[in-house]
């Protein structure tokens, strides 16, 4: 039997605010344990929420982004659980009154465009975070670090619109590049502020109705994601083949073994007796803000995205890859703007500035070659004072050293020669030597050209114009 895929997907998000959603505590990554805390985000018994407002406005600029719909009325609800990392046995949340609803991204996947949907955008808090002993020596004991508990996070839930790992790696992009342009989240997947739970189930091909999902918990990376789904995508049709049934149940990822493995049955919304929060009033988000946030957007990835391809000229390919990244996109704009030419500078940040920013790690924000280093190497090739491939191991100096290519080029004494008598006078001294060569061009070895540059080029030690000297080599030869 062939067999479909259908999943959602259910983000966590980490706002970028400087203090938690309830208290005034840091919301800092990495402080010390239990370092930023107070009685109210470890829930001491008698204490009061008081709500961030730069949350909710974050929330409701990421809401406006992604096309959804704001709720003028949403309602804080109370998520029972026990677990150590959560002192107060409930986590504050919203259920049945979100922030948002409805909303969808635009995304490519295999040159074809496709509209995923959005099913709601809520707020919450974050749990607190378990260290096993293990890690710290002592295997007999586990820590609770609450610096991370009231953290805000928003909370984004697809509908099952994706039929692919592809899709659901698109999906991902395509939010953690808007969230990133927003500037609401850092969106670092390794810290844990991006978070994704895939919802996945099969059914044969041509069948409407789902088939039972499994959920696969907090993956931290899109790689996995898309592991955990080709897994699951081949362990449920199995199991479907061999006559028996997907039991709905949360499962983990294992990313040693490469496969994932099921960690208890699925909880159903019953069993976190939800109700709404009494602590907080119910949340009222006036047309006007709403309005405010829309006004206030910036350019997001689909129109920048556009506007490369009409005032750029370059192709669609290169300004998806461009936009994706904000700090690239601005980068590429600055090179341009430096007087670089568009395709040009648009092939040198594809390859050789997002090489330098993967190698480096992204997290720096920003190569160490600046947009004006790159367009006046870039003008250099084109003004031929330097060749294309002399100016790779410029920017490898540059890279290395953060000169300036001028600089590099004249202490390398890498400048090209243009000047036509001095290739001449080469090229006759190189004819000369090599009568037999010659005489065997002209009888019709026309792939002798490529000896006759070489020999030009070891005598001026690579720095001849190739153009140059092709074009006085053909003249010469043909005569
Ligand atoms: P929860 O997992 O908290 O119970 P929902 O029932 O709202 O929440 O579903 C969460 C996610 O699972 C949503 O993205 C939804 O689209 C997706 N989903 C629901 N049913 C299925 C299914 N049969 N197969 C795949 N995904 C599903
Ligand atoms: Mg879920
Ligand atoms: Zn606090």
Redesign the pocket.
């Known amino acids: 039997m062939k067999y479909e895929p ?5 983000v966590h998000v980490q706002l970028n605010t400087a203090s938690k959603i309830f208290c005034g505590c840091s919301t800092r990554f990495g402080d010390e344990p239990n370092a930023n805390t107070c009685p109210i985000c470890v829930g001491m018994p008698g204490v009061l929420p008081v709500l961030n407002r730069e949350v909710v406005e974050k929330a409701v600029r990421a809401a406006v982004a992604t096309n959804c719909e704001v709720a003028p009325y949403s309602r804080w609800a109370r998520k029972n659980y026990f677990y150590p990392d959560l002192p107060k046995g409930y986590q504050i949340s919203m259920y049945e009154l979100p922030l948002a609803v409805g909303g969808r991204l635009e995304v490519v996947v295999d040159g074809k465009p496709k509209t995923l949907r959005i ?1 709601r955008i809520h707020m919450e808090e974050d749990a607190g975070k378990l260290v096993h002993g293990e890690n710290l020596g002592d295997p007999a004991h586990s820590y609770v670090d609450l610096n991370r508990a009231g953290v805000p996070l928003i909370e984004i ?4 619109d994706m039929r692919s790992s592809a899709e659901a790696k698109a999906y991902m992009e395509k939010l953690k590049s808007i969230l990133e342009y927003l500037e609401v989240s850092d969106c670092n997947m390794e810290e844990g502020s991006m978070r994704v739970d895939v ?3 099969v059914r044969p091909a041509g069948q409407e109705k ?4 499994a ?1 696969v918990k907090n993956m931290n990376s899109f790689r996995n994601m898309q592991k955990a789904i080709e897994y699951e995508m081949a362990r449920q049709s199995e199991l479907l083949d061999e006559g028996g049934r997907v039991v709905q149940e949360s499962r983990l990822w294992d990313a040693n073994r490469n496969v994932t493995v099921s960690m208890r049955s699925k909880e159903e ?1 019953h069993d976190y007796r939800y109700f709404p929060e009494p602590d907080l009033v119910p949340l009222l988000v006036g047309a006007e803000w709403v309005e405010r946030a829309k006004k206030s957007l910036p350019e997001l990835p689909d129109a920048k995205r556009q506007r490369f391809v009409s005032s750029y000229s370059i192709p669609l390919y290169d300004a998806e890859v461009l936009t994706a990244d904000k700090p690239v996109a601005d980068y590429f704009e600055r090179t341009v703007q430096a007087g670089a030419d568009p395709k040009t500078a648009s092939n040198w940040i594809m390859t050789e500035i997002l090489r330098v920013l993967k190698e480096r790690g992204s997290e720096l924000g920003r190569p160490p070659i600046s947009p004006e280093m790159l367009a006046e190497l870039l003008k250099m090739i084109r003004d031929g004072v330097i060749s294309g491939k002399m100016a790779k191991d410029v920017f490898a100096e540059m890279e290395a050293t953060g000169k300036n290519p001028a600089d590099v080029v004249r202490e390398k004494g890498l400048v090209q020669i243009s000047d036509e008598s001095a290739i001449e006078k080469s090229i006759d001294e190189i004819l000369a030597a090599n009568p037999e060569q010659v005489a065997g061009y002209k009888g019709g070895k026309t792939k002798l050209m490529g000896f006759f540059v070489g020999e030009v080029m070891k005598a001026t030690k690579g720095k001849a114009n190739p153009a140059v000297v092709n074009k006085i080599l053909s003249k010469k030869l043909s005569s």
């Not at 839930?157 to 099952?160: K, L, Q």
């Open positions: 259908v999943i959602g997907l259910e099913h839930v697809s509908e099952a919802n996945i189930s789902f088939g039972t999902r959920e919304a």
